[in-house]
Nanobody, 124 residues
Framework: QVSVVESGGGSVQAGESLRLSCSASGLPQSSYSMAWFRQVPGKEREGVAGIRFDGSTRYAGSVKGRFTISRDNSKNTLALQMNSLKPEDTAMYYC??????????????????WGQGTQVTVSS
């Protein structure tokens, strides 16, 4: 049974940092890409950062230089270090796993497995 679980969300002031974690288990293949997405009510879920099994990364322009995605393949875990947070980073953050063949890293339709989300709130 596949399980994808996020943790680490919370409420912070602008300029502060948060670290999100994601644990994945039961996936049907041993190597897979993962990503973080976020969504606010009324808007599309957007890709924040993606990472391939080999460690290569991609970032949305709005977070480049502030967020860092990383993974530990031995533990099947994913992390997102978020620094210099802004109020516009407020959203529900989701962990996604298993990028399907030919899919774009930042498309919500490209991933097969999702976590339940963790809320990040940044106040000014």
């Amino acid at each position: 049974q596949v399980s994808v679980v996020e943790s680490g969300g919370g409420s912070v002031q602008a300029g502060e940092s948060l670290r999100l974690s994601c644990s994945a288990s039961g996936l049907p293949q041993s190597s897979y890409s993962m990503a973080w997405f976020r969504q606010v009510p009324g808007k599309e879920r957007e890709g924040v950062a993606g990472i391939r099994f080999d460690g290569s990364t991609r970032y949305a322009g709005s977070v480049k230089g502030r967020f860092t995605i990383s993974r530990d393949n031995s533990k099947n875990t994913l992390a997102l270090q978020m620094n210099s947070l802004k109020p516009e980073d407020t959203a529900m953050y989701y962990c996604a796993a298993l990028l399907m063949s030919g899919g774009d890293w930042n498309s919500r339709y490209s991933y097969k497995y999702w976590g339940q989300g963790t809320q990040v709130t940044v106040s000014s």
